[in-house]
């Protein structure tokens, strides 16, 4: 994180009143930016619109002879699940291929959990007398969303630049028989860009789990979603889990949402065999199968894994210079003021902003009335209560490279003001220097 704990030389800060000043100055230029979600530019969007001329009238079988236009392939067409059979580290046969979202998966293993059990269940989820899933933090509200919905008690744990704070996660998972899942992003973790070290991968592939039926919920939803030429890898979850005697540990996800189209992309699940056999056998009542024709025109448009890396190449090209306009501009306005920080992520898509305690629902409300929506503040945590009311997700992938810049202006502004109002002391007041005849300068 960017933090500077000193005050600089009050002569290179502004004044309270410079403050205000600018705000007031912002907001009547009426604007109407949006830094809410992490959603892909139309520009993006434009990247993969050859799918929509795809797979064309006269090809619709698969390898293996497959019509995709009819009912059939639960699991997916062979050619799809070998294409994000790498990205995924599982083999093909145990990689499932679903429609557009992968949150949809990741909210049915959840309920198929509490309905059934899993394969390691004794019992339904729901038939024991609670259900507790570790929640590192800062994280995903829509994970937090899940487990409210179905009256999963969440437990808040620290999540540091490597990862979540394994003694404490060791600790609770080992001691705790009601927790039944963890929540981890484990690369350029949403919204903090956290990378999951190896060490920290390992140790949660090989931790003891007072609960026999213990699932981590791995959500690499940016497994290849790089803001650099640096393509970091992670360890393998699934590989780590068989090797320490857990091989039914981990449930991994990820989709094409942020590689193709958002509202047309496929929605990705690997892990164990017996978890996929498990899996299917669940969805067997609910669907006949997936969009096969969405799989193969996939298929037909990114061609193997190299595909994905050229196409995720050109997404970098566009958003790359978002997220460092977003930095230019935190770097000149908020360097130096007390209890601000942010990250420099290396991927994914999201910016984390870190104010003064007690601001970052002001911030939000000052956003608002100048023209700038923001993510709710405590999002980022169980409940939506952030403990510190400090933590706020910028996401500056969607708007234009303009209005990123002025978004990020206004934000910086915002920060400055919450900030001045709640702790004066943080900022010099105006100090008027008399010179002359009643001549005053503001600082």
């Known amino acids: ?15 309270t009143r410079q403050i205000q000043e600018s705000y007031d100055a912002f907001k009547t230029k009426g604007l109407r930016l949006n830094l809410t979600r992490g959603k892909p530019s139309p ?33 997916g067409i062979p050619e799809v699940r070998r294409l994000f059979s790498g990205i995924l580290g599982a083999p093909p046969e145990q990689v499932v291929v679903g429609n557009n979202s992968s949150l949809a998966l990741m909210h049915d293993a959840v309920v198929y959990s509490l309905l059934k059990g899993t394969c390691d269940s004794l019992m339904p989820w729901s038939q024991e007398r609670e259900v507790t899933f570790l929640c590192p933090v800062p ?12 009256g999963i008690r969440m437990i808040s744990v620290p999540l540091k630049d490597d990862g979540p704070d394994m003694d ?28 999951y070290s190896d060490e920290v991968i390992e140790r949660l592939a090989a931790m003891p789990a007072a609960a026999t039926d213990f699932r981590i919920y791995w959500d690499n939803a940016y497994c290849v979603h ?35 189209l958002a509202g047309a992309g496929l929605a990705l699940f690997a892990s164990s065999a017996e978890n996929v056999k498990w899996l299917l056998a669940r969805l067997v009542p609910r669907t006949i199968g997936p969009d096969k024709v969405n799989q193969l025109r996939h298929a037909r448009f990114l061609k193997d894994e190299a595909g994905i ?42 910016i984390t902003l870190e104010v003064p305690h007690g601001c970052a629902r002001r911030v939000v409300a000052l956003a608002k009335d100048a023209g700038v929506e923001l993510t709710a503040a405590g999002a980022t945590h ?31 502004v915002c920060v400055l003001l919450a900030a001045a109002e709640k702790f004066p002391a943080f900022l010099p007041e105006v100090r008027q220097e008399t010179s002359g005849a009643g001549k005053t300068s503001g600082v």
Not at 62 to 72: I, L, P, S, V, W
Not at 139 to 150: A, V
Not at 315 to 338: I, M, T, W, Y
């Open 309 to 350: 890396h050229q196409l995720m190449d050109k997404h970098r090209a566009l958003f790359a210079p978002k997220f460092q306009k977003v930095l230019d501009v935190f770097d000149e306005k908020l360097s130096g003021v007390p209890g601000v920080s942010w990250n420099r992520p290396k991927g994914g898509y999201f």
């Open 1 to 15: 994180m960017t933090d500077a704990a000193q005050f600089p030389s009050p002569d290179i800060l502004p004044s």
């Open 43 to 75: 520009a993006q969007l434009d990247l993969s619109a050859e799918l929509l001329a795809l797979p064309g009238a006269a090809d619709y079988v698969a390898e293996d002879g497959t019509d995709c236009r009819n009912y059939q392939g639960l699991q």
């Open 382 to 412: 169980p409940y939506g209560k952030d403990p510190n009311d400090r933590t706020l997700r910028i996401a500056p992938t969607f708007p234009a490279l303009s209005e990123v810049a002025l978004a990020a202006e206004g934000v910086a």
């Open 168 to 195: 404490e996660v060791e600790r609770l998972v080992a001691h705790e028989p009601t927790i039944r899942g963890m929540w981890c992003v484990p690369k350029y973790s949403n919204p903090t860009g956290a990378i």
């Open 226 to 260: 790089h803001l650099t030429s640096e393509r970091i890898a992670i360890a393998n979850i699934l590989e780590l889990s068989a090797r320490h005697g857990h091989p039914n540990r981990a449930f991994v996800f990820a989709s094409t949402s942020k590689i193709t």
């Open 139 to 150: 994280g995903y509200d829509r994970h937090f969303k899940i487990c409210e919905d179905y």
